[in-house]
């Protein structure tokens, strides 16, 4: 299939190597950067994908629309397609790979729909894609096998779930709430452990019981420049409990983590562990 086109939205660093490595499959990969930072031409360019003035350009050269964006403007991008999309003639399929909740994908499939698109939904999981560590891309939705192929590259690993229009969101969902809430919840718990003076003790503790979760919190340094982007992730996963009559505090517990570490975004060398206890110790205390 290398003859098929990809309109990509959202070049930042994961959308970017994904549009590389299926560039390097061969295919056409398109988008937008007007008004997108240097750093994202840059990235673009090195990627292999190339610039088209607008969305309808987009929506008009492309038989798969994939959107790669932060959830907190998830809906606003389907939106921008969907209007796209009406005043173009053609009708690619638009999959939302984003991490959003399963209620939030029903609902941009509704507004997809109506815009005569076809609508297939995504779930990235793992970081930017490369053979030696391949990320997993779910789709479900009617439709949705195929263009597995379309997507498939030897670093992109590619599952159709079914037809449930909201499946790859709940995938995504349930594996992010477990490592990304874990890494909120574990440095919540150095936090405390400090506030209370017995952080040392509870290091010892865990090294003679749980030496993984001492791992899991000596890893945690290298998600400081994320941060920020698992904000919206925590609410999306919040959101998903709920609809599912799942109590959700723990994930809203776990957004407020990330927001005090704003700081850090999209920081080059991570900051020390204790640096970023302290940053969430401080934040709290200069809350009204």
């Given at each position: 299939m290398s003859d098929v086109t990809i309109g990509l939205i959202g070049a930042g660093?994961?959308?970017?190597?994904?549009?590389?490595?299926?560039?390097?499959?061969?295919?056409?990969?398109?988008?937008?950067?007007?008004?997108?930072?240097?750093?994202?031409?840059?990235?673009?360019?090195?990627a292999h994908i190339e610039p088209v003035p607008d969305l309808i350009e987009l929506v008009n050269a492309s038989e798969v629309v994939l959107s790669v964006v932060p959830p907190g403007v998830a809906s606003s991008v389907a939106h921008e397609v969907a209007v796209a999309?009406?005043?173009a003639p053609v009708a690619p399929v638009f999959v939302d790979a984003n991490a959003i909740s399963?209620?939030?994908?029903?609902?941009?499939?509704?507004?997809?729909?109506?815009?005569?698109?076809?609508?297939?939904?995504g779930g990235i999981i793992g970081g930017p894609p490369t053979t030696q560590r391949p990320t997993?891309?779910?789709?479900?939705?009617?439709?949705?096998?195929?263009i597995v192929d379309m997507l498939a590259t030897p670093a992109i690993q590619v599952t159709w779930l079914g037809p449930e229009p909201a499946a790859a969101s709940a995938i995504k969902m349930a594996y992010a709430a477990w490592t990304k809430g874990t890494t909120?919840?574990?440095i919540a718990i150095r936090a405390m452990a400090r506030a209370e003076g017995v952080e040392d003790a509870l290091i010892v503790e865990w090294q003679r019981s749980q030496p993984s979760a001492l791992e899991w919190a000596n890893r945690v340094p290298a998600t400081a420049g994320?941060?920020?982007?698992?904000?919206?992730?925590?609410?999306?996963?919040?959101?998903?409990?709920?609809?599912?009559?799942?109590?959700?505090g723990a994930f809203e517990a776990a957004a407020q983590i990330y927001d005090r570490l704003d700081i850090y975004k999209d920081v080059v060398e991570p900051p020390p562990l204790d640096e970023m206890i302290g940053r969430i110790l401080d934040s709290g205390r200069l809350e009204p």
């Open positions: 660093a994961m959308g970017a190597e994904i549009g590389r490595s299926l560039a390097d499959a061969g295919k056409r990969v398109v988008s937008v950067l007007e008004g997108r930072s240097e750093d994202s031409r840059r990235r673009a360019a090195a999309a009406k005043a399963p209620e939030r994908a029903r609902a941009i499939a509704s507004a997809v729909d109506a815009a005569g698109m076809r609508y297939v939904d997993a891309v779910y789709l479900s939705g009617a439709g949705g096998d195929e909120a919840l574990v994320k941060a920020w982007r698992w904000v919206a992730e925590m609410e999306e996963i919040a959101a998903s409990l709920d609809a599912a009559g799942v109590p959700a």
